[in-house]
């Protein structure tokens, strides 16, 4: 047990000063040797949360600007066949539910959310599976110049943003880039630097944005579908090759960008795709109420 153990543990020390307030040190993840890989799963319920990239040796150092007392948590951590294991949950303390939030979120309200944040860094010299969920609040997201081999993001009314800030790509090839959005926001910038294999996403009553203006590192399949919300896709250049098939309800609205034409029943191309072609970016999209939209590179 001590072994399994070893692959991290908890302090607490120090403080900084920032645009926030008091930021203080609240977690510590250290590497262990024998830790090849990593898989997190961090759920924030309430809050602002922020993940960068660190040159550290740690697998996970998170900061505050609230005191233990004042959210509750749940961490656990194992080792098991080279893989280090952790799960970390932050729960925001509130005197309101988060019902009545999620409707002020939804429907207005001049009262703040929440003032609370977390800053998490994760180490570039490991490589990643991450699995973030959101409830409420705002997240950001930078993977710049990280090896993350799977991504899963879910949020429920927060608002996400992910972005490769610096313009360092996944320094590994991803197997899945997933992202699922019910009634909140979620942007992902220069997606194509993920060098994802495969890219799902799901809205429900949401909007999200998806931005693949860059030119395609590896070939890129879309699979995704559309509930009563809104999704926007932004296309590269050009002379990358593009294949979309819509599956569509007569209830929903598509909007087709002008170098998209149709070659089949719900199938349209721009002029450089040719069938087989290695480098295309392909979509498999399904819509029932609500709106896809596709814009050109400007």
């Known amino acids: 047990m001590g072994k399994l153990l070893s692959c991290a543990f908890l302090i607490f020390f120090g403080s900084i000063l920032c645009c926030w307030g008091q930021i203080k040190k609240q ?30 040796a740690d697998i996970l150092n998170i900061y505050s600007n609230q005191d233990l007392e004042e959210y509750g948590h749940s961490f656990k951590k194992e080792m098991k066949d080279g893989t280090c294991f952790v799960k970390l949950n932050l729960e925001q303390q509130s005197q309101k539910g988060v019902g009545q939030m999620i409707s002020n979120q939804v429907f207005g309200s001049d009262e703040k959310v ?39 993001i879910v949020t429920g009314s927060a608002d996400v943003n992910v972005s490769y800030s610096s313009g360092l790509g996944n320094q590994v090839e991803m ?3 997933f992202v699922k959005v019910d009634v909140g926001s979620l942007n992902v910038k220069q997606l194509s630097l993920s060098k994802s294999k495969v890219v799902m996403v799901d809205v429900g009553f949401g909007n999200m944005y998806l931005d693949f203006s860059n030119k395609p590192l590896t070939n890129n399949h879309v699979k995704g579908s559309v509930g009563a919300g809104n999704l926007v ?16 309800s007569w209830l929903c609205s598509i909007s087709l960008s002008k170098g998209l034409q149709r070659i089949g029943e719900n199938t349209f191309a721009n002029a450089a795709y040719e069938k087989d072609a290695t480098n295309a970016l392909t979509f498999d999209l399904d819509v029932s109420l609500g709106k896809i939209i596709f814009r050109e590179k400007q």
């Open 27 to 56: 977690f510590t993840v250290e590497s262990p040797e024998a830790c090849h890989a990593v898989e997190l799963q961090l759920k924030a319920k309430v809050g602002n949360c922020y993940i960068r990239p660190s040159q550290a």
């Open 114 to 152: 929440t003032d609370k944040l977390w800053k998490v860094y994760l180490t570039d010299s490991k490589p990643y599976s991450l699995d973030l969920v959101y409830g409420l609040g705002n997240a950001n997201v930078d993977l710049s110049g990280l090896a993350i081999t799977k991504l899963k």
């Open 175 to 177: 197997d899945t880039f």
């Open 233 to 248: 896709i932004h296309l590269p250049d050009e002379e990358i090759p593009v294949l979309v098939k819509i599956n569509e």
